[in-house]
């Protein structure tokens, strides 16, 4: 029933953490993905490319424990990127913390970044979004986030990777 919890903060659980970090078994991509852009690949180079975790979360539309993720509590500044494909989708100025357990943003980094899909599983109607380059699975968008945008997109550590903003760094950094 945790995937049904996600991102509630009434429902979270806290976990023993277990960040994502220094993936050396994914390969990174060579590009970034532009706005408008599609990364297909067969399911064989997803499992080639990911972690099992990320290969879980992005793929199979799974959700990491609240609070074990690795960006949950991250306060650097810079950009994270899909952990799939490379692509730009939230800033660090945009990060709140919800107390929900995962990294929450008030808005994507760009229009056209983050696609929103309606979710109709585990008997609930939700919002998810996925990575408008890949459809890799994110996490979902809720109406009670703070200002400007009153939208709190609740995001898998595990679907992301960090760049720091030149001249800060941070342990959590690491590549797609």
Same mark, same amino acid.
């Given at each position: 029933?945790? *995937? ?8 979270? !659980?806290? #976990? ?45 539309? %799974?959700?990491?424990? #609240? ?55 585990? %008997?609930?109607?939700?919002?998810? *979004? ?27 550590? #595990?679907?992301?990777?960090?760049? #720091? ?9 690491? !590549?797609?």
């Amino acid at each position: 029933m945790l *995937i049904v919890a996600a991102c509630n903060p009434a429902n979270s !659980q806290v #976990a023993p953490a277990t960040p994502v970090e220094g993936d050396s078994s994914s390969t990174a991509p060579t590009e970034t993905p532009s706005v408008g852009d599609s990364v297909e690949l067969s399911d064989e180079a997803w499992h080639a490319r990911l972690t099992p975790e990320r290969y879980h979360v992005l793929r199979e539309g %799974g959700t990491e424990r #609240a609070f074990t993720g690795a960006f949950h509590d991250h306060h650097a500044s810079g950009l994270y990127r899909c952990a799939g494909c490379g692509a730009p989708l939230f800033s660090s100025a945009d990060k709140f913390d919800s107390g929900t357990g995962w990294p929450s943003y008030t808005r994507a980094v760009e229009e056209g970044r983050v696609r929103e899909v309606r979710d109709e599983s585990h %008997g609930m109607v939700r919002t998810e *979004i996925v990575c408008a380059a890949c459809d890799g699975h994110l996490g979902h968008v809720f109406p009670d986030g703070p200002a400007p945008t009153g939208l709190r997109y609740c995001v898998n550590s #595990a679907s992301l990777v960090f760049d #720091a903003q030149e001249g800060e760094t941070t342990d959590t950094e690491n !590549q797609p």
